[in-house]
């Protein structure tokens, strides 16, 4: 877990949270926000894309809400091929959506964050660590993604931002 400084992280309990989701329309993403809405909290789902849809969630968001106390970046694309076979548009696919797209809701989401002391939450993979055969694109993606929010973390404690970072590390679903 990535926790962003020494400051006192005091979060609220779930049941009083705005929890954004993004990849709920199917496995884990969905859980998350099932979960959370019956606990109480106030849920908003969308899709973790580009930079522009990404912002647009978070408008949305801060429109109905106010606030957002807990961003939940949870997409996951893969394609199953050695490195020889790896074409550039399923390499570029894999990391648009498992890269990309956790940055881009990361800074999108930043400022609200910052503002609720919030937690920005990657649903990440086991596979950030190691590389295994046929999974060279989703492995490096989700590297890409927790070094990115790594020196993310580093930043928000060097300038004192009580915003808290988390990686969800599962292995196989």
């Excluded at 049941?15 to 849920?43: D, F, H, L, P």
């Excluded at 807990?70 to 548009?89: C, H, M, R, S, W």
């Excluded at 649903?123 to 295994?132: E, F, M």
């Amino acid at each position: 877990m990535l926790r962003g400084n020494r400051l006192s992280v005091r979060k609220k309990p779930i049941g009083e949270q705005v929890i954004v989701v993004t990849g709920a329309s199917s496995g884990v993403g969905r859980a998350i926000a099932r979960a959370a809405g019956e606990r109480g909290a106030k849920v908003v789902v969308g899709d973790l894309a580009g930079l522009e849809q990404n912002e647009e969630l978070v408008r949305r968001s801060l429109e109905r809400f106010g606030r957002i106390d807990t961003f939940v970046a949870n997409a996951i694309v893969t394609v199953y091929a050695e490195v020889e076979q790896l074409g550039p548009d399923e390499l570029r696919r894999v990391m648009d959506v498992n890269f990309f797209g956790v940055a881009y809701g990361y800074r999108a989401a930043l400022p609200a964050l910052k503002e609720s002391r919030g937690t920005f939450l990657h649903v990440s993979s086991a596979l950030a660590y190691r590389g295994i055969p046929l999974q060279a694109a989703y492995c490096s993606s989700k590297a890409a993604a927790r070094a990115y929010l790594e020196s993310a973390r580093v930043e928000l404690q060097k300038h004192g931002h009580d915003v808290a970072i988390s990686l969800v590390l599962p292995g196989a679903i």
